[in-house]
């Protein structure tokens, strides 16, 4: 079954907005949180990423929320540009499972208009 | 440049035929990996390979086989067993286990 849940499905924003995405997870093992961009026909690419001995990771317009008691974390876009259009993928691992692969929420469709 | 190398991009496929993806990467990373896309499913692991000469079965192995003769390379058979095969696959490698994922472009495979 999925091990992470991520929602919503599809996003839209307007340009200078903010948007936001949301995953939770139940495996308390996990220890690792990346988020993926994908654009269309491509390979997805990290974009940011957090440890759970941290709340709030910042690298530019992207932040990545951490809440380790409720068990969810979320990525926040500020300023959103239409080439920030692109899916997005949440994700986690830990050490004791799978070689440490990672397992990835459904992806949200996130469309920047102008 | 260093990267991950996938083909073929496209690949169609009559059912019954085996077909096999390459994946070879110059990044000289420890583990590979094979995950599957399908729409609104996100990516599910296949297989991976932390090390030559060993590999481990994901979460949908069934239908699906491949092997690790080579640090630089990790093939994908799917198999005339996969029952529903067509999809986008993906290879991805990293330094060490738990360290961020490089992916390839994909490979897309349709069974007609």
């Known amino acids: 079954q999925q091990q992470v849940k991520q929602s919503p499905q599809s996003l839209i924003v307007q340009k200078g907005g903010i948007s936001i995405i949301n995953c939770a997870y139940e495996?308390?093992?996990?220890?690792?949180f990346p988020w993926y961009q994908q654009f269309p026909g491509k390979g997805p690419a990290l974009l940011i990423a957090?440890?759970?001995?941290?709340s709030e990771k910042k690298e530019g317009r992207f932040t990545i929320s951490f809440n380790k008691s409720a068990k969810q974390f979320s990525l926040h876009i500020m300023d959103s540009q239409p080439g920030d259009s692109a899916t997005y993928f949440c994700?986690?691992?830990?050490?004791?499972?799978?070689?440490?692969?990672?397992?990835f929420g459904k992806g949200t469709s996130l469309l920047v208009t102008p | 440049d260093g990267g991950i190398t996938q083909s073929p991009k496209y690949l169609f496929r009559k059912e019954g035929q085996n077909v096999t993806l390459s994946c070879e990467q110059n990044?000289?990373?420890?583990?590979m990996y094979w995950y599957r896309q399908d729409p609104g499913q996100g990516l599910r692991l296949i297989y991976y390979?932390?090390?030559?000469?060993?590999?481990q079965k994901g979460d949908i192995a069934e239908g699906y086989s491949v092997s690790r003769e080579k640090k630089e390379s990790f093939p994908l058979t799917v198999t005339s067993a996969q029952k529903n095969p067509t999809a986008f696959y993906l290879c991805?490698?990293?330094?060490?286990?738990?360290?961020?994922?490089?992916f390839g472009e994909g490979s897309r495979l349709t069974v007609l």
């Open positions: 495996n308390t093992a996990f220890d690792y």
């Open positions: 990044l000289n990373h420890d583990a």
């Open positions: 957090i440890r759970p001995d941290v």
């Open positions: 390979s932390q090390i030559v000469n060993d590999f």
């Open positions: 994700a986690a691992s830990d050490k004791s499972t799978s070689g440490y692969a990672l397992n």
């Open positions: 991805a490698s990293s330094m060490f286990e738990g360290g961020e994922l490089f």
